[in-house]
């Protein structure tokens, strides 16, 4: 299949190779174009624009945030925008964590361009996109999404379809990354406690993930948070910043109250805010160490 992908940062860059390992013709792009080149040496096709991405039976895009999406796909800079380029009856995939708002803004751009649309976020950090280990949370129309079964096998271990409604699969990974936050934050206070009385921080952790706490949430990140390892983030502090956000965004739009996601927006804003947005989120693991005055973390 011809194949356009767009954004090619830690998660953009295993997708993107796992299609083209799979046999698919894939024109890459992004806005600094020396992260193509590896991808090209794979087999991929490099792409001078975002028009030039479009001229495929499906797009994706895996960016950053709200403004990155509607830049590349509304923009008309570098020779035009998803709407404007994509070919009548071809489907823009959005891989995006986005808010809810943005994605139904999407589902109603491309059909009135003639165009199809689908919602398919990732659970998984960047080596499991490297590994073609994602879990795959996909929404749309049953004819949109069943031609791209085969796509969505190809970078990740499971797809779940939760709803014909495109924006409910982003609504699916905000709730799920409001839940990650919640995890690290309340390990990171737990490691605290105990490592000002003494104990060690892996072997706590150790102890938590082997008996109570087995989920690879909590594995993966109590390890990063005992270990201190955030540098270089698999997922930035002001990422989960932006997540909390849109999260009680859709929260509020839902008249649900999320107690919890507000103190977790408190906690992510006060990193970003004294220089460290650029760590990874499990660094709320050393917030809450610096707060119990044990830290070895610059002041």
Same mark, same amino acid.
């Given at each position: 299949?011809?194949?356009?992908f767009i954004g090619?940062?830690?998660m953009g860059?295993?997708?993107?190779?796992?299609? %083209?390992?799979?046999g698919?013709?894939? &024109?890459?792009?992004?806005? #600094?174009?020396g992260?193509?080149? $590896? *991808?090209?040496? !794979?087999?991929?096709?490099?792409?001078r624009t975002?028009?030039?991405?479009c001229?495929?039976?499906v797009v994706f895009?895996?960016?950053?945030?709200?403004?990155a999406?509607e830049a590349?796909?509304f923009g008309?800079?570098?020779g035009g925008g998803? %709407?404007?380029?994509?070919?009548a009856? &071809?489907t823009?995939v959005? #891989?995006s964590?986005i808010?809810? $708002? *943005?994605?139904? !803004?999407?589902?109603?751009a491309?059909a009135?361009a003639g165009?199809r649309?689908?919602?398919?976020?990732?659970?998984?950090?960047?080596?499991?996109?490297a590994a073609?280990k994602?879990?795959?949370i996909?929404a749309?129309p049953?004819?949109v999404?069943a031609?791209?079964a085969?796509?969505?096998?190809a970078?990740g271990?499971?797809?779940f379809v939760v709803?014909?409604?495109?924006?409910t699969?982003?609504l699916?990974k905000?709730s799920?990354?409001?839940?990650?936050?919640s995890a690290?934050e309340?390990?990171g206070e737990?490691v605290?406690?105990?490592?000002?009385?003494?104990?060690?921080r892996q072997?706590?952790?150790d102890i938590?993930?082997s008996?109570?706490f087995t989920?690879?949430?909590?594995?993966?990140y109590?390890g990063l948070?005992?270990?201190?390892e955030?540098?270089?983030?698999g997922?930035?502090?002001r990422?989960?910043?932006?997540d909390?956000?849109l999260v009680?965004?859709?929260?509020?739009q839902l008249?649900?109250?999320?107690p919890?996601?507000?103190?977790?927006?408190?906690?992510?804003?006060?990193?970003?805010?004294?220089?460290?947005g650029?760590?990874?989120?499990?660094a709320l693991?050393?917030l809450a160490?610096?707060d119990?005055g044990?830290?070895d973390?610059p002041?």
């Amino acid at each position: 299949m011809d194949i356009g992908f767009i954004g090619l940062g830690n998660m953009g860059q295993g997708m993107a190779a796992n299609l %083209v390992e799979a046999g698919h013709r894939v &024109a890459v792009y992004n806005r #600094s174009p020396g992260k193509a080149e $590896a *991808l090209v040496e !794979r087999g991929a096709t490099a792409a001078r624009t975002v028009a030039e991405a479009c001229r495929a039976e499906v797009v994706f895009t895996m960016l950053a945030d709200d403004a990155a999406v509607e830049a590349v796909t509304f923009g008309d800079g570098g020779g035009g925008g998803i %709407v404007s380029s994509l070919p009548a009856g &071809a489907t823009h995939v959005s #891989s995006s964590t986005i808010s809810v $708002a *943005l994605s139904q !803004r999407l589902a109603g751009a491309h059909a009135d361009a003639g165009q199809r649309y689908a919602a398919a976020p990732v659970f998984g950090r960047p080596e499991a996109s490297a590994a073609a280990k994602l879990f795959v949370i996909a929404a749309g129309p049953p004819p949109v999404l069943a031609p791209l079964a085969p796509l969505l096998d190809a970078i990740g271990q499971r797809t779940f379809v939760v709803s014909d409604e495109p924006h409910t699969a982003n609504l699916v990974k905000l709730s799920g990354n409001f839940l990650l936050a919640s995890a690290i934050e309340s390990v990171g206070e737990a490691v605290a406690l105990v490592a000002k009385a003494g104990v060690d921080r892996q072997q706590y952790v150790d102890i938590l993930t082997s008996t109570l706490f087995t989920a690879p949430a909590y594995a993966t990140y109590g390890g990063l948070i005992a270990r201190r390892e955030f540098e270089p983030a698999g997922f930035a502090a002001r990422l989960g910043l932006k997540d909390v956000r849109l999260v009680l965004a859709a929260a509020e739009q839902l008249e649900v109250p999320l107690p919890v996601a507000s103190v977790l927006r408190d906690r992510l804003l006060r990193l970003v805010a004294t220089g460290d947005g650029q760590l990874d989120w499990s660094a709320l693991g050393e917030l809450a160490a610096r707060d119990a005055g044990s830290s070895d973390h610059p002041a």
